[in-house]
């Protein structure tokens, strides 16, 4: 399929199950979109019966604490889109509408590929319309004392180099970095699941988050060694983990990135946070159509064609 053409799904795809922090069983249905819809989550379910319509964007961002968040408590949110984002985005999908009937989605094995094999099954198809991205002119950057996220010009494509460095032994400082391609995301990114440190499990039941977590959906890190029987998928499954929530949350960027992205011991918080620099100012960034093209949008019109006005005063 051309890179330069916006895709969708071929067909509807459900995926059901329970949501890691809530707890919660939950089914979702991946239905196919128009071109220049972008990604967006109808939230289903809702207790006064009024469905809601949610756009992927960073604008729509309301927590970042251990997963992301888009939407609000009282009018309607979805929680931990993390995941499923990053499939769409690993896999070059522009445009699809997220049927949701709970305020979390599934956190089905923990990774991705649960994603990637629905989507795989049943097939990706050409919108007909020319894809377009957001080229990165100027570099951002933001710090959180050691931490640090950026985003920097590049000649082509989107790499994204992530780097972790935790205390604990079993999970330490370790690096992916990588061009981001279909192929790419299948083979090194997709089946890398969520983790948590068995220490902390208390204190997170304390707060509401991890009611859902098992064995089964995430790897339980101890003092010593790695709690799953049947360990790691990856030799280094942890950053390549990390690596998968930041291509899931700079997805909410609202169309594909041209540039690179570094980040050292970053999360939720730091990913959205380098797009909200980014579109802090107009000349940090264009949106282009094509390599050929090169046909620049204005920020109005940006804005207008993701329906952020209608989404923005909800948060």
């Known amino acids: 399929m051309r890179t330069n053409q916006q895709t969708t799904l071929k067909a509807p795809a459900t995926l059901s199950g329970i949501g890691v922090h809530s707890g919660n069983p939950v089914e979702i249905t991946l239905h196919p979109a128009p071109a220049n ?25 309301s927590a970042t604490e251990l997963c992301t968040v888009i939407g609000d408590v009282e009018s309607g949110a979805v929680a931990t889109i993390e995941h499923l984002m990053s499939a769409l985005y690993g896999l070059g999908i522009d445009n699809v509408l997220v049927e949701i009937d709970g305020p979390e989605m599934p956190i089905l094995d923990g990774s991705a590929l649960p994603y990637v094999q629905a989507i795989d099954a049943v097939g990706i198809a050409p ?29 082509r494509g989107f790499r994204l180099d992530v780097e972790i460095d935790f205390e604990n032994p079993v999970i330490g400082r370790s690096r992916k970095a990588m061009d981001l391609t279909p192929a790419a995301y299948r083979r090194e990114i997709a089946g890398a699941r969520t983790f948590g440190m068995m220490r902390d499990v208390e204190r997170y039941w304390k707060a509401g988050f991890a009611l859902g977590a098992s064995l089964e959906n995430t790897v339980a890190v101890g003092e010593t060694a790695v709690v799953n029987p049947e360990g790691l998928r990856y030799a280094d499954e942890f950053v390549r983990h990390k690596f998968l929530d930041a291509v899931g949350d700079l997805a909410l960027a609202g169309l594909p990135l041209q540039g690179g992205y570094r980040s050292y011991c970053g999360g939720h918080r730091m990913n959205v946070g380098v797009l909200t620099a980014l579109f802090s100012d107009r000349a940090n960034y264009a949106i282009v159509e094509s390599a050929s093209t090169r046909r620049e949008t204005s920020l109005t019109e940006f804005g207008a064609s993701l329906g952020i006005a209608a989404f923005v005063g909800d948060l």
């Open 37 to 61: 819809h972008g990604i967006a989550f109808l939230r289903t379910g809702m207790p006064t019966g009024n469905d809601r319509l949610i756009k992927a964007h960073h604008a729509c961002v």
């Open 127 to 155: 919108c007909g319309a020319p894809r377009r991205w957001i080229k990165v002119l100027r570099s951002v950057r933001i710090e959180v004392g050691r931490a640090f996220a950026e985003l920097r010009p590049i000649d």
